[in-house]
């Protein structure tokens, strides 16, 4: 069972019961701990560099927002503290990534990881990813992350999920013929809810064909924040991979 800890009521603010602030399902950008001063620094002189211009319209190739070409374009929602960014970047010099996350503090740490990584192909985006989401151009991503999205574990707050069936069409929109949307969680209703939506969808397949394909993390996996404190408190995660048609 999902507890909150006070881990994260300091994460969002007045802990997940609180009444919503903002519109709709999101709830404005999240700020924890006074940033430490390298941090703020960042903030200011390193993210409008790296931050995506939503005023501005997306270029033809989203190639072209990358210092150094690039072959494709990979996003990831609610990147947290940027663990799984950095590395998939790391590996990956050839992709372009664009991370998007509402919490000042995990986008502080994922500029710090920029920066000691010298990653040169990553973008972001520290606000909702929705805007992200609907800026970018149809058939232009090739791969999403959205790994342990807040799990909203309540029926009522279910409205809240990232992933329901709105968003899905939002995100087939933007991707390639074949490419995959990976979505990780550790909450079986969540699961369940997913599944039931993609099961919907004439946008997506699941790709899986047995359990050992659900219950095994992807290629090269290394876990997230959210996963270790989620193995911690006897919850393992399920990793999904939903192919555009
Ligand atoms: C449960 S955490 C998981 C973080 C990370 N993916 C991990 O596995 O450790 C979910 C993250 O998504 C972010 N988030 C939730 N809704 C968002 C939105 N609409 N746009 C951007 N980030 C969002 C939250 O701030 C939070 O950091």
């Not at 929705?130 to 909203?152: E, Q, T």
């Not at 099961?199 to 996996?221: C, I, K, V």
Request: aromatic letters at 12%.
């Amino acid at each position: 069972m999902w507890a909150v800890t006070e881990d994260d009521k300091d994460k969002f603010g007045e802990g997940t019961d609180a009444p919503p602030r903002g519109h709709g399902a999101f709830f404005g950008r999240r700020k924890g701990k006074t940033l430490r001063p390298g941090h703020a620094d960042l903030m200011s002189a390193s993210l409008p560099q790296l931050r995506l211009d939503l005023t501005a319209p997306p270029p033809a190739d989203l190639a072209g927002l990358f210092p150094e070409p690039v072959g494709e374009v990979w996003l990831e929602i609610g990147f947290g503290g940027g663990e799984h960014l950095t590395q998939r970047a790391g590996e990956n010099p050839q992709i372009g990534f664009i991370g998007c996350e509402a919490y000042v503090n995990g986008t502080a740490k994922m500029l710090a990881q920029i920066e000691q990584n010298g990653l040169a192909n990553i973008r972001l985006w520290d606000d909702d990813a929705k805007a992200v989401v609907d800026w970018l151009p149809a058939g232009s991503i090739a791969r999403i992350y959205l790994l342990y999205p807040d799990p909203w574990p309540k029926r009522r707050h279910r409205k809240r999920r990232f992933l329901g069936e709105e968003m899905l069409t939002r995100l087939a929109r933007i991707l390639k013929p074949g490419g995959e949307l990976r979505f990780a969680t550790d909450i079986d209703d969540y699961a369940a809810y997913a599944l039931a939506r993609v099961a919907r969808s004439s946008e997506f397949e699941w790709t899986a064909e047995r359990q050992a394909d659900w219950l095994t993390p992807w290629e090269g996996w290394r876990s997230t924040r959210y996963e270790a404190k989620a193995l911690r408190e006897g919850r393992r995660g399920a990793y999904f991979t939903f192919r555009r048609i």
